[in-house]
């Protein structure tokens, strides 16, 4: 689910102004033909800071901007992050290779450069903590590319957030105090996916989470998870292996709900889980689809049609044996998806991982 216009953070699309792009080219931006995309900007409901922010999103002539304004004096931000999915594609980072000019939040004052990182901006530490008081409180303009001469183009969706401290794109929820502000450019009407790769560990691995969130692509570490209520209410499914030896492991992707999923066990799979305040119970449904067919599905009819009907299953599990099984779920939240398992190793005493794609209804 998705909520707009106001939530638990500081994001703003404002204004109408020409910018260039900042991600993999430098060129100027122009629309794609006279029909512009439609632009729209969102929040995540695992939102984690605690600012309301007006939000509108508008296009002018060839270009498009992100206005963010941070303004508080309590919640310090280090780091900008953003991502990209192209046409329902794989969700991945912007390239990001020039540096942006940012103010002081009353406008006043010097200029401050936002470093581009590659993977992300660089908030100056004179607006942390520094100079301007504390917290953090800035506004930047980052300027985004309407596609041109790409007459097949369906979507361009950005994830934007901000961490205090390091982050890591493959957990968006490291260190997240601000997000995910969710920004769309709908070039056409067919309906949107969200599209994932991501590498699991079991819950033997102490390098890679095992819970995985589909409402944004993060893999939790229990422990991480279990320290605040939105992480918790946004884990819909855990990797865990079985077996006491490789030979007789079995690959378990369940709902926390699950038996097998949470033992109260020391030591075996997630001990305390019942402790947590929510458990999602997200069911599961063997499929047919192969990996071409999986490959090909980029809208959301296609991804329903692949769908068996599993609203009502009572199947909490699902152990997987072959390489590129694909099979279905159904969050608690009623949205569908599918979950292609590439490769899956480890089992329930050494540690494993499992690497996977998923695709699910935004």
């Known amino acids: 689910m998705k909520k707009s216009i106001k939530f638990l953070s500081a994001f703003a699309l404002l204004g109408t ?24 900007v969102s929040f995540d409901d695992n939102n984690t800071g605690s600012l309301t922010a ?12 992100i206005a963010l304004g ?24 912007l390239v990001l290779t020039k540096d942006l000019v940012g103010k002081a939040f009353d406008g006043t004052g010097n200029n401050y450069d936002f470093d581009a990182k590659t993977t992300y901006y660089e908030i100056p530490a004179a607006l942390v903590g520094g100079s301007v008081g504390g917290g953090s409180k ?31 794109l493959t ?10 502000a969710v ?9 949107l996916i969200n599209n994932y790769a991501t590498t699991l560990g079991n819950h033997k691995n102490s390098n890679l989470g095992s819970l995985f969130a589909t409402i944004d692509g993060t893999n939790y570490q229990r422990d991480v998870a279990d320290s605040l209520d939105s992480r918790e209410k946004s884990v819909d499914f855990a990797f865990v292996t079985t077996g006491t030896t490789g030979t007789d492991a079995a690959f378990l992707f369940g709902s926390l709900k699950d038996a097998t999923i949470g033992v109260n066990t020391p030591g075996s799979r997630f001990f305390n889980l019942d402790t947590w305040t929510y458990k999602n119970d997200t069911k599961f449904a063997t499929t ?24 009502n299953s009572t199947k909490g599990s699902y152990s997987i044996a072959p390489a590129n099984t694909v099979f279905a779920f159904v969050t608690a939240g009623g949205k569908k998806g599918l979950i292609l398992v590439k490769t899956a190793s480890g089992d329930g005493s050494t540690s494993g991982s499992a690497d996977v794609q998923v695709k699910v209804q935004r």
């Not at 102004?17 to 729209?40: L, Y």
């Not at 007006?54 to 901007?65: E, L, N, R």
């Not at 930047?140 to 205090?164: M, Q």
């Not at 957990?171 to 995910?180: E, I």
């Open 54 to 65: 007006d939000v509108t999103v508008t296009t002018s002539g060839d270009s498009a901007y």
């Open 288 to 311: 047919s689809v192969s990996k071409a067919t999986f490959d090909a599905i980029d809208d959301e009819a296609k991804l329903l049609a692949e769908i068996p009907s599993i609203v």
């Open 17 to 40: 102004m020409f910018f260039t792009s900042c991600n993999e080219t430098e060129e100027d931006v122009t629309p794609i033909d006279a029909t512009k995309p439609v632009a729209t």
């Open 171 to 180: 957990n968006p929820g490291k260190n997240r105090v601000l997000g995910n």
């Open 70 to 93: 941070v303004n508080t004096t309590t919640i310090k931000s280090t780091r900008i992050y953003l991502v990209k999915s192209e046409d329902n594609g794989i969700t991945a980072p």
């Open 138 to 168: 800035f506004k930047l303009n980052i300027p985004l590319a309407l596609r041109k001469g790409v007459t097949s183009a369906k979507s361009d969706v950005y994830t934007l957030w901000i961490t205090n401290g390091a982050g890591d």
């Open 183 to 191: 920004i769309t450019f709908k070039y056409t009407n067919s309906s």
